[in-house]
């Protein structure tokens, strides 16, 4: 669907340059839900603009749909970018023009449909983005979820294969945001297009991405299903992100291991594990006993899960790791507990 291969993008600033990203690669899918995560000076925007053809790359090339476009200028580049819809963090709305009007707009300048034709689109637009009380308001009479309704059926005008969403939901409140998120998952679904979600929040992409990369400093520094990057961070950039959504209260610290009874591990407990009662029978099977240092529940899409970083003491830990291990339980060891600190401490 879209390819971007070792992409770089730099400006040129007081004569020397600057990168804004450094050798890229992406391969969006065709009908997925793709978030794009990073910080203040990521490269978020700069990727955007890239993504959507209004600026070239430095180095490397871009593909949609199988067609590359190095080079490619003026007007055959209209076609691909038709291709692309685009949702804004601020709505870009005319506020001169109804929501009817400002969902037309785009329909009109195309030039191709006839006046009756752009009606029964617009019409078909404002239900299929809940709006059908509101067709002749005015920008100001709407609330923020609604303007990025609007926002969002005037991206879908012109039929586009893909909606890359900039900060779309970055103005709005949570539930505000909950219910775009809701609407953005339901135009993926019904209507097969895939979205790339720009965002700097892991709740957005916690909330309704397939897969998502983590931008650093221009770099693609991890990347995969939501629920690995979400759940095994291995980038400190993305440990940074995951924490911030979590307020920074859920994870464990270096003061809790060091004060743990036994060794420490993480448990993941993702989709139908999440339900069941494993950890308490494994506990009394291999008799040991276990403290809870620290733990988030939640959801990824739909799945749940559960994270527990549990100090374990008593019988055999060996045992009742493997045991959850062959539950389907994701155990990573974080500490030997007194015992490896104790010898550290021996050794020097
Ligand atoms: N037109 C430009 N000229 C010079 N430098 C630029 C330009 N656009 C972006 N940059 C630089 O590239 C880097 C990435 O900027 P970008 O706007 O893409 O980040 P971002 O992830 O969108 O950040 P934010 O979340 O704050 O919007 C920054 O260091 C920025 O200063
Ligand atoms: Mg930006």
Redesign the pocket.
Known sequence: MINLKNISKS?P?GGRD?L?LDRIDLDIVKGEIFGII??????????VRLINLLEQPTAGEIRVDGRSTRGVTGAPLRAPRRDIGMVFQHFNLLNAKTVAQNIAFPLQLAGVLSRAEIEARVGELIARVGLGAHAQKYPRQLSGGQKQRVGIARALASKPQILLCDEATSALDPETTQSVLKLLAEINRELGITIVLIT?EMDVVREVCDRVAV?DQ?RVVEWGKVADVFLHPRHKATLRLVREAEHGEAGENARDLAHAPGPVYRLTFLGEAAHRPILGAAAREFGIDYSILAGRIGHIRLTPFAQLTVSLVGGSVFGAISRLEAAGVVAEKLSDGPVGIAARAANG
């Open positions: 400006y600033v600057v804004a990073g910080s203040s000076g990521a490269g978020k925007s700069t990727l700097h931008l221009g």
